[in-house]
């Protein structure tokens, strides 16, 4: 199948316009027209080459992985979708679906390694992967998800990324009523964990570096904030949370929101990959307190937070953009300049005549 996307062809290069060719349906495939595809951190990181030392970006790169599309075609063994059904794409397309992780639906964790939606490798023919800035997409039919109906396709994009990235630790971790979860910082990640959280009926508290945020974050479901450069403010919160949602996505220390933690609480870092500062490993000693990581949920999980997310209108706050504005929208992500999350609408990238 003839398409065409936005791709970058280098790391210092500017995305642009690319023709390319997805693939012919296998049996267990769907095809999908692309409506609005997210605009994740993750995909300036890839177009950089920022994570070379996990694996190097595979230049011409299309990014996205937080896809919204139609059903247009199916193979022949699909029993899961039908032409024009709404469907959702994340973070993943393929794994072996046969080691102990994809049985038990954590196919994030396949031991074969999962196919990424871009800058992967096809498992089939060993060709890169290409993502959702483009207008069509082939995918194998046990990762297109079910869109809900009632769902706002315009803005649900970005929940097939930062929503199950926030939403996979509070359902790890057992959050419900009565939990009471700590966000630290409020972007497209941290938002979005405020807004589930709330929506799993926590106690939520945001942690931020000013209290100028404050009604910003009880607006999204916040029952308080608290500013982490005051340091009274701290110390009476000391072991108040059961659970800290960690969205910074660059390097910093911990070692302050240790303390914070009760008896058995985690710590879950989602944002920052890569190094962490030196913290001192007194706070886990003697509040038996931990720190953990998290990625994104298996596939079962992402179709159980699209349908939560349905069921409470629980959505990201969005901006929507033209396709041709997306390395605008690179530059003002790299200063923060979004609340909360851009979303491409893919009808304004038209096929050549």
């Known amino acids: 199948m003839q398409t065409i996307g936005y791709a970058a062809d280098g790391a210092s290069a500017p995305l642009k316009p690319y023709s390319f060719q997805r693939r ?69 397309v393929d794994s072996c679906l046969a080691c102990d992780q994809c049985r038990a639906g954590e196919e994030q964790f396949c031991r074969e390694g999962m196919t990424a939606t871009y800058n992967g490798r096809d498992r089939v023919t060993g060709d890169t992967t290409y993502g959702g800035y483009s207008k069509h997409l082939v995918v194998r ?33 057992g959050v419900g009523p009565g939990s009471r979860v700590a966000v630290v910082g409020l972007g497209g990640l941290g938002h979005m964990a405020v807004k589930l959280a709330a929506g799993l009926g926590a106690q939520v508290t945001v942690i931020s570096r000013s209290a100028r945020n404050a009604a910003e974050a009880k607006a999204l479901g916040a029952d308080s904030v ?106 003002r992500m790299q200063r923060s300049d979004v609340r909360y999350r851009f979303v491409i609408d893919m009808a304004s990238l038209s096929m050549p005549a």
């Open 226 to 331: 608290l500013v982490s450069g005051d340091s009274a403010a701290m110390a009476t919160q000391a072991s108040a949370f059961d659970l800290i949602i960690d969205t910074i996505p660059v390097q910093h220390d911990v070692t302050p929101y240790m303390h914070l933690l009760d008896v058995d609480g985690t710590l879950v870092l989602v944002g920052q990959i890569g190094a962490l500062d030196p913290t001192t490993s007194a706070p886990m000693v003697f509040g038996r307190r931990r720190i953990a990581g998290s990625p994104i949920g298996g596939i079962a999980q992402t179709q159980e937070m699209l349908d939560f997310c349905a069921r409470k209108n629980i959505l990201p706050e969005c901006e929507v953009i033209r396709m041709d504005q997306i390395n605008e929208a690179f530059e």
């Open 24 to 92: 012919g349906l296998r049996p267990d495939d769907v095809a999908m027209e692309i409506l609005y595809s997210g605009v994740c951190h993750s995909d300036l990181h890839q177009a950089r080459n920022d994570w070379s030392e996990w694996g190097p970006t595979r230049y011409p790169v299309v990014p996205g992985h937080e896809i919204i599309g139609r059903v247009t075609a199916v193979g022949s063994a699909v029993t899961r979708h039908r032409v024009g059904d709404a469907v959702a794409v994340g973070c993943m």
């Open 141 to 173: 039919q046990e990762f297109a998800l079910s869109v809900p109906e009632g769902l706002d396709l315009a803005r649900a994009a970005p929940l097939l990324c930062a929503g199950i990235t926030t939403y996979s630790p509070l359902r790890t971790w």
